[in-house]
């Protein structure tokens, strides 16, 4: 499975940007699908994901702010980031657990305070 993803950019602290994770295949099958960053000098994390069991799980830092969702049919999954901050910096990253871990290339989000 290839992962590419869009929606990156630059933007002011409290804006929004909506990224998207569009898989080469179809992802009906792969349950376990969800965003990663990895901000300047610091490992990569969890932001949001959805589980085994179809529900979404956030870390707490993106819990209010951000919204993970996927259209199965067209093979995406998205990510919408509210309310901004300059901690949000950071390249973000799509995952797909089919049994084999997949990932993006990655986008970067600038936030400029």
């Known amino acids: 499975v290839q992962l590419v993803e869009s929606g990156g950019g630059l933007v002011q602290a409290g804006g929004s940007l909506r990224l998207s994770c569009t898989a080469s295949?179809?992802?009906?099958?792969?349950?376990?699908m969800g965003w990663y960053r990895q901000a300047p000098g610091k490992e990569r994390e969890l932001v949001a994901r959805f589980t085994m069991g179809g529900t979404t799980l956030y870390t707490d830092s993106a819990k209010g702010r951000f919204t993970i969702s996927r259209d199965n049919a067209k093979s995406e999954v998205y990510l919408q980031m509210n309310s901004l901050k300059p901690e949000d910096t950071g390249v973000y990253y799509c995952?797909?657990?089919?049994?084999?871990?997949?990932w993006g290339q990655g986008t970067q989000v600038t936030v400029s305070s």
């Open positions: 995952h797909a657990d089919a049994g084999i871990e997949y």
């Open positions: 295949r179809n992802i009906f099958t792969i349950a376990v």
